[in-house]
Nanobody, 124 residues
């Protein structure tokens, strides 16, 4: 059974940092691009960051560029999202996902496996 499990969420003050982790099991994701999305209450799921299969290329939403860093460890079948200088508007449930087909990497419908999410709350 393929599973993605996120961890590392929590409550932090504005300006603080958190590091989210995503651990895969049941399948090796070394040949797949992966991404992070987030969803706030009442909002649509929003693209956050994307990393290429070999960790050579990354892309970010404008809202997190320069503050968040995505990385992938194929040897451990894991992915991470380092979040610095957090803002209250970063508050959301964060999901990791595996991209299963080409196209717009910001489109969540192109991702086939999803974790259950980890909650991030940033207080002002």
């Amino acid at each position: 059974q393929v599973q993605l499990v996120e961890s590392g969420g929590g409550l932090v003050q504005a300006g603080g940092s958190l590091k989210l982790s995503c651990t895969g099991s049941g399948r090796t994701f070394s040949s797949y691009a992966m991404g992070w999305f987030r969803q706030s209450s009442g909002m649509e799921r929003e693209f956050v960051a994307w990393v290429s299969p070999n960790n050579e290329e990354t892309n970010y939403a404008d809202s997190v560029k320069g503050r968040f860093t995505i990385s992938k460890d194929n040897a451990k079948n894991t992915m991470a999202l380092q979040m610095n200088n957090l803002k209250p508007e970063d508050t959301a449930n964060y999901y990791c996902a595996v991209r299963m087909s080409g196209g717009d990497y910001t489109n969540p419908t192109l991702y086939g496996y999803w974790g259950q999410g980890t909650q991030v709350a940033v207080s002002s």
